[in-house]
């Protein structure tokens, strides 16, 4: 862990903080330039302790889920159904970075959003090319012996060529895990099954 996830004392030494693109129930994301490496388009998820404790993860002790989503993030690095994971970083008040490649695309949430407005619906190719990167990404975490545990169109991103990404590992479990976390509420509601 300790190569992957490097204490330092402001992130803002290492990275130049661009505008949020995006929110979640444990922190929020935003783009950034690495001072050390400014070809990278970047994206910065910032796990803020504050929100810990709260809603699903309040039986998640310490630092336990951010811990793991680097983790996470560290094993599944390269596969073309996920951004590249360039590193984790905490702060001395313990606020966690994941340092992603930034998906120049929108969430499939936002994509359904819009197409429906417009009346724009997928055509059977498209939702075929959805599913199978959907699926292919999955795939990768199983071949891991991991569970996603928190599919949803909010955390799948598609870019205009309908390329899938997956891009929220905050709930992937070890499958030697499970029989503890059996009795732990996690996922999106809407998309926990009943
Ligand atoms: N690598 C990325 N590139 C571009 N946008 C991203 C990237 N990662 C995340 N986002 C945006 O930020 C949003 C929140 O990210 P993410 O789902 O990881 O946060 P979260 O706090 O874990 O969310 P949740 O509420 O699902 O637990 C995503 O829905 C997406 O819009
Ligand atoms: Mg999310």
């Known amino acids: 862990m300790s190569s992957i996830l490097q204490p330092i004392n402001n992130i803002s030494d290492r990275f130049e903080l661009g505008e949020q693109i995006g929110e979640g129930s444990t922190g929020y994301v935003v ?37 793991r989503e680097v983790e996470s993030w560290a094993s599944l690095s390269g596969h073309r159904r996920f951004p590249r994971f360039h590193g984790g970083y905490y702060e001395p008040d313990l606020t966690h970075y994941i340092c992603l490649d930034r998906i120049d695309g929108v969430t499939l949430r936002q994509d359904l959003d819009q197409r429906l407005q417009h009346g724009n619906k997928y055509s059977p190719e498209e939702i075929r090319c959805i599913l199978i990167g959907i699926s292919e990404g999955i795939h990768a975490v199983h071949h891991l012996n991991r569970v996603h545990r ?29 029989r503890s976390l059996f009795s732990t509420t996690c996922g999106t509601l809407g998309y926990t099954s009943p």
């Open 31 to 67: 783009r950034a330039q690495d001072k050390e490496n400014r070809d990278l388009d970047l994206a910065l998820k910032v796990l803020d302790p504050r929100r810990w404790g709260n809603g699903f993860n309040r039986d998640i002790k310490d630092f336990e889920l951010a811990h």
């Open 150 to 178: 928190d599919l949803s169109s909010n955390n799948v991103m598609v870019d205009g060529d309908l390329n899938v990404k997956h891009v929220d590992l905050g709930f992937l479990t070890a499958e030697n895990m499970l």
